[in-house]
């Protein structure tokens, strides 16, 4: 079987897809269909399956292939058109069984979805924190609105006030952005880290807090429970709720996004993110960091517990090899 990435013309892997979400999860699978001994090239003329990975208004299905869409996403509805471009595909792939029942119940996706999780890498390795000074929350990714920045800075507000015991460190990709820093312990970490400095950040930080309403995975708190991070995020939409502390983990309810009142930028979220996500109670949220911090030794204890299955399971060459393996015996 061989394996063709498309790609919009005149573009490549590395531009089309640099330092995003999509771009790391595709050239991990790229690397482990490598590894596993897979036929895989971009934009092959002469491929068996054509499996497109971005958000669907970029994909340009042909039509004497056999065509995958691969789509992580978020909420319960898609924006207009692109159901229309994921039913011109043979099947469609998500990370997510929340995902694949939304696409179907929610979207009008028509072609069958198959779920394909994401992986980690063995440099998210496990480390034993101690607690030796001032306790810092690290949050990533504030740049994207339902990641939940101003949930994290309330319940931490409501939770530890404007004591000197602890911190809140918020890591944004882009530099430049003007944000003003080290406001009674809410600090933001500006800058384009490369994998071994985001781990050694993580590997720095005393507890992971994502009040993200909706993943189409969520890598990233995937990664913090890897290295034995005590993690809060939400268990509605994750695929691995089970590995999750049920102590740190956020309730939450499907719910319409934020009003203008609660949210500054409510219309651009309701225009990316058409339908329900999953809000974050942020009294449950408060309780979380509350407890992290009153029992710390304890949810390290916990979460190093589960590093070596997490590590097992989401191991990217195990999971890709499974997911194209499955697909062959479907052709």
Known sequence: MRISF?????????????????????RMIMNALTREGFDWRE???????????????????????????????????LPPGWADIMNQCDEIWTPSPVIADWYHQYSGITRPVYVFE????????????RLDGKMKFLHVGQEGLRKG?????????????????TELNFKLKNEGMGIRSGLYGINYIQGDYDIADLVQLYHEHHVYIYPSWGEGFGLTPLQALATGMPTIIPSAWAPYARFLDPNLVIESELSDPPTEDEHPNSALWKQIHPGQMFRPSRESMT???HYVYENYDECVAYALSRTDEIRAHYD?????????????MRL
């Open 6 to 26: 498309g790609l919009p013309k005149d573009m490549t892997q590395d531009n089309v897809w640099a330092g995003n979400g999509y771009g790391y999860a595709t």
């Open 316 to 328: 990217w060459n195990r999971l890709t090899k499974e997911a194209f393996e499955n697909l062959k």
């Open 149 to 165: 920045y101003k949930d994290a800075s309330a319940s931490y507000r409501a939770a530890f006030g404007y004591g000197d015991t």
């Open 287 to 289: 309780q979380a960091m």
């Open 43 to 77: 934009n092959d003329d002469d491929a068996d399956v054509e499996l497109w990975f971005d958000q669907p208004r970029f994909w340009r299905p042909s039509k004497d292939k056999y065509v995958v869409g691969y789509h992580p996403w978020e909420s319960t509805l």
């Open 118 to 129: 994401h992986g980690v890498e063995s440099i998210w390795r496990p480390i034993r924190r």
